[in-house]
Structure formats: structure tokens, C-alpha cells
């Protein structure tokens, strides 16, 4: 990894941690307000690579960690970065109403990544033109992707309420 | 880039002329691969029903049913795998995890019904299941089910290097055969933690040992805590059935590992060394343990024998809240454990540590007080409310051949090494017998031998009446003693004590063994007269079985007694004996003949005596 | 023209696997695509969330039915850099040999998808009828012809068959060889030009905005590959090629499907020659026992349709905390797709969508 990338990290935001868990990674853990500047940074310095936004549900701690991971396609001249490297950025937002800005102005692909969390987890993202269902059917009381979403509960309650099939239906 | 040309693709047209590639089946089949993933193929005589497969199946599409038409072998369960086909994902996780290699695939992979319980099966083999399992003139792909299937069509197979369990177990550190018969040195020098928790590590947790196991240790639990880096809990495991685990950590006959899924294609837990690093890692018992005994009962129960059984009913009869007093002719606990075992099997250290643990807890142990001698046995029945006998084996036999009364008995000759002064061992000494007390007694003369001539060329030898194959030592003393040095003669019997002009031994003159059990495996053994060997020996020990002394009980009482066919005191399920107020345990009522049977005897008699203290049936 | 609104799947001749697009159309020219995933959502990375290390490893493939290979290799390398595991060498070049081919199974699988959907059924009969010879490989490999469950943390689950590196080198060529009948007739068909070429065109820059990557982008000349900028398994110990072209359209997609399979095969017949000998598997942990020390990991490796990424969390338990994978059909099919789309006539929807090599099990995961 780049140390000078890694000292203009740290020179530009405040309250970052940045680790280099090995060679070719970087961790970077951001508060929320500072995402989406973070992540313009990295992108002027060629990470351009938007390879997935995810999200953990640390539920004991009653937090969702929203997780960037970036590389860069090297195709850009002057950028220094080396497509085999990995920066993933981190940043954790409270479980109770949960809202961050979206990073689609920034990475196009970012949206069904947003679209698909804010379904699955119920994080709301501010100015995402369609967070509108994307694999699910119907309505879930917990976005079931969360931690206190009990699927083999929900299997039961939801299959078992279907009778089985009967003799008669086999004849036809 | 140019465009392509329209009249290019006629090439093709070739093709029209080929033969097709397509199979015409059902007229022409396609053979699976060799490692083809079907349909199960089970061995139950191999299988074990320890339901890993099951555990580890990621669809819970195996679930083990009771059949019950096996007869299970100890250590063994009657339950075997079944599959449900409507879930089987056809990982094969089953077959990698399968302790015994029993459970494969085959290249089968037809099944057709409209019945749903058709798809839920219990896989056989061809070895048990000829209705299931065609040969190839009887088969048709047509007819192609579960329950028609071909012989020999074996896919996907278990692969040892492949196996998701551990076969190796992690090595116990011990001192190597040319250091440690110099001296009487602890051989084992135990697990450290670290290794300990490698090892417990390779635990399945099938449970079949606690089965296999004469006191049913909670086998399993105990080693998962020793994984968990927790020896408090596990010693406090043990401590529920097991109250003498530094000794048993050493010395015990490990019926559990004998039954270890892992020992099937591999080595086995080393539950027994896993015991002995919870014992020695947990310094104070007491703090570890947190035990009291019992609410006082009032009753008194005297324990006749500081062995494993008498130290056990004990511990176990204190915890009931009830007083006991164990009288014993020795100056310590551990009964011919004591005086038996050599040092560099089990250290006196390790038996006292148990002893005082079971003292700390108000158990009054009278030591060199001998029943019969020191104290009546009519006085302790007058002032106890029950008694139990755990006396254990204590006289040695002899082979009763011309001059045998010149030779040494094992016992007296093992004991008398226990003390500081030794036995003196000429250069070349013979042992009569097959058994672990001759392995214990070759191996202590050999020791001497080295101590007393260094670096002079000297020998033990054994003979016994039993063949490589029969030899009653268990198959790691025999390793041990030959790594050593000692020199075997098994297949031989004893005819005669050969005495030189002045009536010294001067060597034993033996006879080829015949056979040495009858047809009803009784022991019985026939010689042939005319081939006979000089063994040279200056000295010979028989270490071939011994006997209970029962001199100290009143004629009254042993005409009472009851005894088995196998010559052993009757008990019921109880652990009592034909007369009321007399329990017993141990080697004098069960052929096992070793301290986790004396412990699991004493467990039920303890048990027994509270039920009958308090009122109960006997 | 009056717009009107088209539901282009799930059940759709031109369209392969469950997965639909709502078209906005004006006459047959699309206005707007919203592409519609879901149908096939089946909770997977949830699902693993409740099964231990091991149990996990039979159902990963099951994501994506065309090459279940490289979500094995995802998973096992992700557990095995959490758990620091090491992998044997040989067990490196059996995993680069046994990707390979997966790829080329696959590839052939989306030439087959291709071909029929543009009509051009020999093409397609001849892709099916190859790759059937590639899953006779892996059958004889593995035990399994389409989930092969065989790349496991720790290695491979069996080294190769007796014999079997022969019958790879004879498919393989019998393959190769008809490489110039494909040619004929499909690959330098005037017709399959005139259906691709200019078809669902993307620029270099729109491709790398959207996260595009595999053919999608390396048809705009970006020669990004990740077997090459962040070489596993066995890639860096053999020479190759990454197959570009420039035009970014179906056409350019197509071809570079073509050439990557050629330098697959050469580069199978590089690993064969190179491969050391020796033990392919270290054993893993007792498997009901197994938990994985407190971490994440992000790895990536290059499947037949792009770059898949796999974020692993452990918390330091028997099970994963949390499993993300990042496919690349996900950004094909959800945003390349949508943009591709707009512009172009009904009839080249499907044609845009397998050209892009979006699958849809992979999107709903």
C-alpha cells in the first residue's frame, strides 16, 4: 500500500482509522458524515472501482456497518494505484433509524448495492432516486436480513400456514 | 474490421454427413464415473451408528433410526443412517466424515415413484442386502430404483488423507526407551496445554466411548471443556462418576479409546492422557471442585481396601452425607496400585493426590491396619451400619512346576520395588506369564538389571503359554517392554525348575505350547512333550494371576458368601453380596480386573448402601 | 409514437434464466429498461449465516448454477485467509486447471445461451455438446457433473484420477479442433455480425462508471483481469494472455468469449506441464468444532462472466457472521444492462443481456 495515500488520508479527515491489515489492503473507518468525502478522495486518487457496498448488522451493538470496497481499474494516467490493491471503508450508523447519504453520484453501480441493503436491512439512503423493492416479495415485518430476523420461525409460520397438498390435487 | 463473408458457414455442411453424437438411450448408456456421487451404499457390520454422518450433513437429510434386528457390540449403537432423497444434496460431507469408511456413494442414480416415503431410505450394501443389490443378469436400467440397484457399483469412496477427522493423534511427549530403563523414571511426561487442546480438538463427539465405558464417564463433556482451555470443569465432569482421575489418568484400561470412532482408521482420542492433563493441570482439587459432603446421615460405613473400589465408595458415600472409615493394611491409599504398577507407570505422588482429595473430604482412612489382624471383622460389623469389600487380588499364584518354590512371585517381587531398598536381580532373568504384571515385573528386572551392571550385557526374558495373537498384555506394554529390550517367548509352557550342583536356578526348561484354551475357550492348556527349550536364568519370577485372600472374614460369614462360576463373589445389582450388610466390588467380583469396572462396581454399590441405609431393598 | 410498457420475461423466448425487464418502448426502440431480479431469490448469504464453516462449503456453488467453480474458490480462499490456512502448491495448480475448465464449460454454456437465442442452432447443438464433454471431466474429477463441490478450504477434495490429466489433454484438443467449424459458422458469419456488430454498445468509460468488468469490459480494450492484477492459485506461475477487443458491443463480447477460452485451454496445457507433484489438501480443523479467530476479508478472483468478490465476516464463532458476494453479473444485470438497453430494438434485448453474460441466480443470490 501507498504510505503517502495513507498519511493524506490521515492529514485531510479527522477521525479516521486506517489500517493496513496486509500488504495490499487497506481499512479505513470513517464516521458517516465523512463517506461520502472519503470516498470522492479516493476516487480523485484512482480507486475508481466500486466493487461493492455491503452491510454487517452488529446487532449487540446496536449498529449497521455500511462497508465500501474500492480498488482502482488502473486505466487513468497519472494515478499511482495499483488495481491489486483493496481499500475497504467503513462506517458505522446507528440501528434505530438508520439513514446515510447515497454514493451513486459518486459510482453509478452503488445503486442496486443501496437498493438491495435498504430491502434487506432497512438502511435508508438520502437522495437514491428508486428505494423501491428489489428481490423480495412482500412485506417483512424485520428486514429480514437482520439479526433479529428469525428465518426458520419465519419458514414455519409462513409455509406451515399452506395446507398441504391433498390426495385429490394428485389425480389431476 | 472486415466484414465477414456470407458464403463461409457452408463449411459445415459436413456435418450433415457425420454420425450423431447423441446417445440413444434407454438403448445405450452413458457409465457414471468412478467417483460418481449417487445414492448411499452403507456397511452395517462396519458401521458403528455414531451418527456423524448425520451431524454433519448440511440438509439434515440423514437421521439415525433404532433397527433393532443388530445386536450392538459394546461401544457400538444400534441406529443407522437414513436418508431422506428428497433433501440429499449428494455432497458426500457424509462419506469424508464417516469414522469407519462404512457409509459411500454409489454410481446409482435412478429413482421414480409417485410415493413420496419411497424417497426416504435406509442404505444397506450388497454384503447384507441381496433383494436391493442385483447382479448384472438380473438388472435393468428400466426398473432402476432404490430398491433396485446394482452389485459392485461403488462411487465416491472415503479417502483417508481426505478425511475430515484428525486419524493422527497429537504425540505424547515421553522419555525414550534407552533413558528411561536406566532408571524408574515417569515414561509419560504428559500433555501441555497446549497439545492438550490439539488433541481434544479431534473429539467427534459421537459418544460411543461413554458407552464402552464400565463407569459411563461423561466422556465427551469432559474433553470439550479440555478443548474450551477449562480443566476446572472438566475435572468437576469427571468427578460426577470418576473420583480417582490422577490415577486412572495413568494406569486405566481405557475401554473408551478401544471404542474411539477414531481408533476405526485411525489412532484414538487419548481420553485417558486428556484425563491425566486435567488431573495434573489442576493444582488444588478442593478449590476447582467446590464439593461438601452430604448432609449428616448418621450412618457409619466401613470400607475394607484402599483400592480404586474402596477409595470410589468412599468418596461417593461421603458425598451422600454418610461417615465412612476405610481400613487398609498399607501405609497408603490405592490398594495393589500401590504396590502393583511400577514407578514409571504411576508415581505415588499421583495416587496420593487422589487419596487426600477424598480425605479432605472427611473420609477417615485407617492405613496399616489389616481386617483380621488389627481390628475383627465381627467388631466391624457390630459397629458399622453396612460394609464394603473391595480387597482386591492379593496373593500371586504359582505354576506349581518341580522347584517352582524356588522362584520369586510377582507381587512381593514388584512390591519390595516400591520401597527404597530394591530387589537384587542376577544378569539374566526369566518371567513367567503373559499378562500386564509380567510386563510390569520384566520390565522393573530389566531396570534393576541396568542399574545394578552398567553397561554389561544383561537379559530378561518371558514365557508364556499364549502366542503373539492371544497374549493377554495390552498391545502398547508389549511395544514399551520390547522397545526396552525385553526378550519374548511366547508359545512356550514351563515344565521344570532346572537347578545347577549347589541348588541354584539355573535356568527353565519349557515345552511347546499346543493350545492353551479348550473348545469352549476355557483355559486349558496342552503341551507338546517332545519339544522342549532351555531357557539360562539365574533368577525367575512367575507373574501368572493372582488370588483374593479372604482368611480375615469369620467361617460363619464366608460360608455365606456366594461365588460365581467364575470364581467371583456374587453381588446383585446392588453390589451386594449374599449376605445382608455385606457389599463388594472390585476384582473380587468382576473379570475385567481393572480399576474403572472397581469404580463403576462401587458406584452401584455405594448407591445400593444408601438405598438399603435408608430402608430400601438390598 | 405512443410509449407503451413491455414485461420482457420471466417467461420469455429470448430470455435465459428467471429474470425479467420492464420495457418502455416506442415502436420497437426501448425508451427505458428497469430490470427486475428476484425470481430466484433464495436467501443464500442469510442461510449461511446459520451453517458452520463446513456445511457452507456444499451449498456455495449452488449461487451460480453456469460455473459454480469460482464461488468455491471464493469461499474456500476467504475462510482460508480468516482461518490462515495454507493451501499446497499442487492443490494451487489443480484449482487454476480445474477453473479453467470450468470456465470454458462455461463459456461454452453462454455460447450455447448465445447462439440459440440469435437462431443459430448448430453453433448451439455443438457448445452443448462440448461442454457435456467438460462435465464428463468434472464428473470424472469430482463426482459430480454440474455442483462439483470441490474446491474446500485447505485444497481440493481428491487429486486427479489415474489417468486423468490424458483424458483432459484428448477432450481438450478434440474441442480445440473443431475450433475452426465454430469459425465458419458462427464466429465469422456475416449474419452474426450484422445481428451484434454496434449492439448494445458501451464505452470504455461507461463500463468502468457502472463497475463493469469481465467481457463487458474487456471488449472496450481494458485488459483488466484479476488473475493477472492479483494473481491466485496457480496464475502467475504460467505465461498468458488477457483477450481484449475495442468496440464494446455484442459482437467485441462474443469474441472475447471466444479467445478466452482458446487461452484457457493453452494455459491448462501450461498448468499440466508445470504442475508439481505432491500432496493437494491440508486438513482442516475437526469440523464440529471449527471457529474462525474475530475478522473480515474481501478476496476476488476472476469467474467466466467478471470479477466475484466475496466479503466474509467471522465473529470469532462456528459460523459466519456475515457472507456478501459481489458477482459480476450484479452490475451487468442491474445497471450495464439498464443503461445498454435504452436505444436499442425489442429484438436485440436478449441479445444485449447474454452478450453481457448476465446470469440471473447470480444477482439474486
Not at chain 2, 484402599?306 to 454418610?322: D, I, K, V
Not at chain 2, 455365606?560 to 445389582?573: C, D, G, L, P, S
Not at chain 3, 431480479?37 to 456455495?60: A, C, D, T
Not at chain 3, 471457529?291 to 476476488?300: A, H, K, L, Q, S
Request: proline content about 6%; hydrophobic content about 35%.
Amino acid at each position: 500500500m501507498d504510505r503517502a495515500l495513507i498519511d493524506s488520508l490521515s492529514s485531510t479527515f479527522d477521525a479516521l482509522r486506517v489500517e493496513v491489515p496486509r500488504e495490499d489492503r487497506l481499512t479505513v473507518q470513517a464516521p458517516r458524515d465523512a463517506v461520502m468525502s472519503v470516498l470522492s478522495f479516493l476516487k480523485g486518487r484512482g480507486y475508481d472501482h466500486l466493487h461493492m457496498v455491503s452491510c454487517v448488522d452488529w446487532m449487540e451493538e446496536g449498529q449497521f456497518e455500511l462497508v465500501y470496497v474500492l480498488s482502482a481499474y488502473g486505466t487513468g494516467q497519472d494515478s499511482a494505484s495499483n488495481p491489486g490493491e483493496e481499500i475497504i471503508l467503513k462506517t458505522r450508523i446507528p440501528r434505530e433509524l438508520p439513514t446515510v447519504v447515497s454514493s451513486i453520484s459518486l459510482f453509478k453501480n452503488a445503486e442496486p448495492y443501496e437498493r438491495e441493503i435498504h430491502e434487506l436491512f432497512g438502511v435508508r439512503f438520502e437522495g437514491h432516486p428508486r428505494l423501491t423493492p428489489l428481490f423480495l416479495e412482500r412485506d417483512y415485518e424485520i428486514p429480514p436480513f437482520r439479526k433479529d430476523f428469525d428465518t426458520r420461525q419465519y419458514v414455519e409460520d409462513f409455509f406451515g400456514s399452506i395446507p398441504p397438498v391433498g390426495e385429490e390435487d394428485q389425480d389431476v | 474490421m472486415a466484414k465477414p463473408s456470407l458464403l463461409g458457414p457452408l463449411r459445415v455442411i459436413k456435418y450433415l454427413f457425420k454420425k450423431p453424437k447423441t446417445l440413444r438411450y434407454p438403448f445405450e448408456l452413458k457409465e457414471p464415473a468412478r467417483r460418481y456421487r449417487g445414492f448411499h451404499l452403507n456397511d452395517w457390520d462396519q458401521c458403528t451408528g455414531c451418527g456423524n454422518c448425520a451431524d454433519i450433513c448440511p440438509n439434515d437429510a440423514i437421521e439415525m433410526v433404532e433397527r433393532p434386528e443388530i445386536a450392538p457390540d459394546p461401544g457400538e449403537k444400534n441406529e443407522r443412517p437414513r436418508l431422506d432423497y428428497g433433501r440429499c444434496c449428494f455432497c458426500g460431507l457424509c462419506v469424508d466424515i464417516c469414522p469407519p469408511g462404512s457409509l459411500r456413494l454409489s454410481r446409482d442414480y435412478f429413482h421414480i415413484h409417485f410415493d413420496t416415503s419411497t424417497f426416504v431410505f435406509t442404505p444397506r450394501d450388497e454384503k447384507t442386502d441381496d433383494e436391493t443389490f442385483l447382479p448384472a443378469e438380473k438388472y435393468s436400467v428400466l426398473k432402476a430404483s432404490l430398491a433396485h440397484r446394482k452389485r459392485d457399483y461403488q462411487g465416491f469412496e472415503p479417502e483417508i488423507d481426505y478425511a475430515l477427522f484428525d486419524p493422527d493423534r497429537v504425540e505424547m511427549p515421553e522419555v525414550p526407551p534407552e533413558e528411561r530403563k536406566l532408571s524408574f523414571v515417569e515414561q509419560m511426561l504428559g500433555y501441555d496445554r497446549e497439545q492438550a487442546v490439539r488433541e481434544a480438538e479431534r473429539c467427534l463427539e459421537c459418544a460411543l466411548c461413554e458407552d464402552a465405558c464400565p463407569a459411563h464417564l461423561k466422556i465427551s463433556d469432559y474433553i470439550e471443556a479440555v478443548y474450551e482451555d477449562s480443566p476446572e470443569d472438566s475435572l468437576r465432569t469427571i468427578y460426577e462418576d470418576n473420583p480417582i482421575p490422577a490415577i486412572c489418568g495413568r494406569i486405566c484400561m481405557k475401554h473408551c479409546e478401544d471404542a474411539c470412532s477414531l481408533s476405526i482408521r485411525g489412532e484414538p482420542l487419548a481420553i485417558r492422557w486428556l484425563k491425566r492433563f486435567v488431573s495434573d493441570t489442576v493444582r488444588n482439587y478442593r478449590d476447582a471442585l467446590e464439593q461438601s459432603p452430604g448432609e449428616p446421615t448418621g450412618k457409619r460405613i466401613a470400607v475394607i481396601g484402599a483400592g480404586p473400589g474402596g477409595l470410589s465408595t468412599a468418596y461417593f458415600l461421603r458425598l451422600l452425607g454418610h461417615e465412612v472409615v476405610v481400613f487398609d493394611e498399607l501405609s497408603g491409599g490405592g490398594g495393589m496400585l500401590r504396590v502393583g504398577p511400577p514407578r514409571y507407570r504411576l508415581p505415588e505422588e499421583a495416587i496420593d493426590k487422589d487419596v487426600e482429595y477424598i480425605a479432605s473430604l472427611g473420609v477417615d482412612f485407617r492405613f496399616q491396619t489389616r481386617v483380621g489382624r488389627d481390628v475383627e471383622f465381627e467388631e466391624l460389623r457390630d459397629e458399622f451400619d453396612a460394609v464394603f469389600l473391595g480387597i482386591g487380588l492379593t496373593v500371586s499364584r504359582s505354576t506349581r512346576v518341580e522347584n517352582a518354590d524356588r522362584c520369586q512371585l510377582a507381587l512381593p517381587f514388584l512390591a519390595k520395588n516400591k520401597t527404597e531398598e530394591k530387589c537384587e536381580v542376577p544378569e539374566e532373568v526369566i518371567v513367567i506369564g503373559g499378562g500386564n504384571v509380567a510386563m510390569d515385573v520384566a520390565r522393573e528386572a530389566l531396570r534393576l538389571q541396568h542399574i545394578r551392571y552398567p553397561g554389561k550385557r544383561t537379559v530378561t526374558r518371558t514365557v508364556s503359554l499364549e502366542d503373539w495373537d492371544e497374549i493377554p498384555a495390552t498391545e502398547e506394554e508389549i511395544e514399551e517392554a520390547r522397545e526396552e529390550g525385553v526378550e519374548f517367548n511366547p508359545a512356550w509352557g514351563p515344565k521344570r525348575v532346572v537347578l545347577d550342583d549347589q541348588g541354584n536356578i539355573k535356568g527353565l526348561l519349557c515345552m511347546k505350547v499346543n493350545s492353551v484354551f479348550d473348545e469352549e475357550g476355557r483355559f486349558a492348556p496342552t503341551f507338546h512333550e517332545d519339544q522342549e527349550m532351555f531357557l539360562e536364568g539365574r533368577m525367575i519370577i512367575e507373574a501368572i494371576g493372582q488370588g483374593a485372600d479372604f482368611s480375615f472374614l469369620p467361617k460363619e460369614v464366608m460360608e455365606r458368601i456366594e461365588f460365581t462360576e467364575a470364581r467371583k463373589v456374587r453381588v446383585n445389582e446392588n453390589g451386594m453380596t449374599t449376605v445382608p450388610g455385606i457389599f463388594a466390588g472390585g476384582d473380587i467380583v468382576n473379570v475385567n480386573l481393572d480399576a474403572v469396572t472397581a469404580i463403576a462396581d462401587a458406584k452401584a454399590a455405594s448407591e445400593g448402601i444408601d438405598q438399603w441405609l435408608s430402608g430400601g431393598e438390598g | 409514437m405512443r410509449e407503451l410498457e413491455l414485461y420482457f420475461g420471466p417467461q420469455h423466448l429470448g430470455m435465459v434464466g428467471n429474470f425479467s425487464i420492464t420495457l418502455k418502448v416506442e415502436g420497437d426502440r426501448v425508451v427505458k429498461a428497469d430490470a427486475n431480479p428476484g425470481y430466484l431469490h433464495r436467501g443464500f448469504e442469510k442461510l449461511m449465516e446459520q451453517r458452520s464453516w463446513i456445511k457452507n462449503f456444499p451449498m456455495v456453488c449452488r449461487i451460480n448454477v453456469v460455473e459454480p467453480d469460482s464461488m468455491e474458490l471464493a469461499y474456500a480462499t476467504a475462510v482460508e485467509s480468516l482461518a490462515g490456512i495454507e493451501v499446497p502448491e499442487r492443490a494451487q495448480f489443480i484449482r487454476s486447471i480445474y477453473l479453467e475448465l470450468a470456465r470454458v464449460g462455461s463459456h461454452l454454456f453462454g455460447l450455447w445461451a448465445y447462439s440459440n437465442m440469435l437462431g443459430f442452432d448448430t453453433a448451439a447443438q455443438w457448445a452443448m455438446y462440448h461442454r457435456d464433454l467438460v462435465l464428463d471431466l468434472f464428473e470424472e474429477l469430482t463426482g459430480g457433473r454440474v455442483y462439483h463441490i470441490y474446491i474446500w478450504p485447505g485444497g481440493v477434495r481428491r487429486d486427479f484420477p489415474e489417468g486423468f490429466e490424458k483424458r483432459l489433454v484428448e477432450t481438450l484438443h478434440s474441442i480445440g479442433g473443431c475450433v475452426p467449424d465454430y469459425d465458419a459458422c458462427f464466429f465469422d458469419n456475416r449474419l452474426f455480425y450484422d445481428r451484434a456488430a454496434g449492439i448494445g454498445k458501451i464505452t470504455r468509460e461507461e463500463a468502468m462508471e457502472m463497475g463493469g468488468t469481465g467481457q463487458a469490459l474487456r471488449a472496450t480494450g481494458v485488459p483488466y483481469d484479476v488473475r493477472k492484477i492479483e494473481p491466485y492459485a496457480a496464475y502467475d506461475k504460467v505465461p498468458w494472455e488477457v483477450p481484449t477487443r475495442e468496440d464494446g458491443d455484442a459482437f467485441s463480447r462474443i469474441w472475447v468469449v471466444r479467445d478466452e477460452m482458446i487461452e484457457s485451454v493453452h494455459m491448462i496445457f501450461k498448468l499440466l506441464d508445470e504442475m508439481p507433484k505432491g500432496d493437494v489438501y491440508n486438513r482442516i480443523p475437526n469440523p464440529f468444532k471449527w471457529r474462525i479467530p474475530e475478522g473480515e476479508t474481501y478476496v476476488r478472483c476472476e469467474s467466466s462472466r467478471g470479477e466475484l468478490g466475496l466479503y466474509l465476516v467471522s465473529d470469532g464463532g462456528d459460523k459466519p457472521y456475515r457472507v456478501h458476494f459481489r458477482t459480476p453479473s450484479y452490475p451487468h444485470g442491474l445497471t450495464i444492462l439498464e443503461k445498454a438497453l435504452v436505444g436499442e430494438s425489442i429484438s436485440d434485448v436478449g441479445n444485449i443481456m447474454i452478450s453481457l453474460y448476465v446470469v440471473a441466480p447470480e444477482i439474486d443470490r
